[in-house]
């Protein structure tokens, strides 16, 4: 499918091939086959830019199409000191990305929005962490030194940076 150019005059009816014409080039617009190359630029789009400086240990190295994927969660608590569960990016990275886990409160009930956790002066003895980070997700690890609570839902949040899968 490819688009094709069409007009109507004031008060025409359009006939049923252009009608068609109309099916068609939604339809190439919808594949994207409608859209010529280079026609949708960086600056249509506000895109971020494609080069990221990004230091691996003591390297230096630039690297293209970064993926930047953010999210949230809650495990329950089991009293043990370290509680965790796995996490899936929505989508995979071609290499371990970045990822950086932490806690976020506490609630007594399973929490639906993230402003349902809530924290205390004892968050000063509980941390996040990422765990065993692969390509399509990471293990959240919560650690409360005092112990988790079974009646307790301990949120993380967490931000992944990597290059994207092609």
């Given at each position: 499918?490819?688009?094709?150019?069409?007009s109507?005059?004031?008060?025409?009816?359009?006939?049923?091939?252009?009608?068609?014409?109309?099916?068609?080039?939604?339809?190439?617009?919808?594949?994207?086959t409608?859209?010529?190359d280079d026609t949708?630029?960086?600056?249509?789009?506000?895109?971020?830019?494609?080069?990221?400086?990004r230091?691996n240990?003591?390297?230096?190295?630039?690297?293209?199409?970064?993926?930047?994927?953010v999210g949230?969660?809650?495990?329950?608590?089991?009293?043990t000191?370290g509680?965790?569960?796995a996490?899936?990016f929505?989508?995979?990275?071609?290499s371990a990305?970045?990822v950086?886990c932490?806690?976020c409160?506490t609630?007594t009930t399973d929490?639906?929005?993230i402003?349902?956790l809530?924290?205390?002066?004892?968050?000063?003895?509980?941390y996040?962490?990422?765990m065993?980070?692969?390509?399509?997700?990471?293990t959240?690890?919560?650690?409360d030194?005092a112990?988790?609570s079974a009646?307790?839902?301990?949120?993380?949040?967490w931000?992944?940076?990597g290059?994207?899968a092609?």
């Amino acid at each position: 499918m490819a688009f094709q150019s069409w007009s109507v005059v004031y008060g025409e009816q359009p006939s049923a091939s252009k009608w068609n014409i109309l099916g068609t080039n939604d339809a190439s617009f919808n594949d994207g086959t409608g859209i010529a190359d280079d026609t949708i630029l960086a600056t249509h789009t506000e895109e971020l830019p494609k080069l990221v400086n990004r230091q691996n240990n003591t390297t230096d190295n630039t690297v293209e199409d970064q993926l930047v994927q953010v999210g949230w969660g809650f495990i329950i608590g089991d009293t043990t000191v370290g509680i965790q569960e796995a996490v899936t990016f929505p989508v995979a990275y071609d290499s371990a990305p970045i990822v950086i886990c932490n806690y976020c409160g506490t609630s007594t009930t399973d929490p639906t929005l993230i402003s349902d956790l809530s924290t205390s002066a004892a968050d000063t003895n509980r941390y996040g962490r990422a765990m065993i980070i692969t390509t399509t997700g990471f293990t959240a690890g919560i650690v409360d030194v005092a112990g988790s609570s079974a009646s307790v839902r301990y949120g993380y949040t967490w931000i992944a940076i990597g290059s994207k899968a092609r």
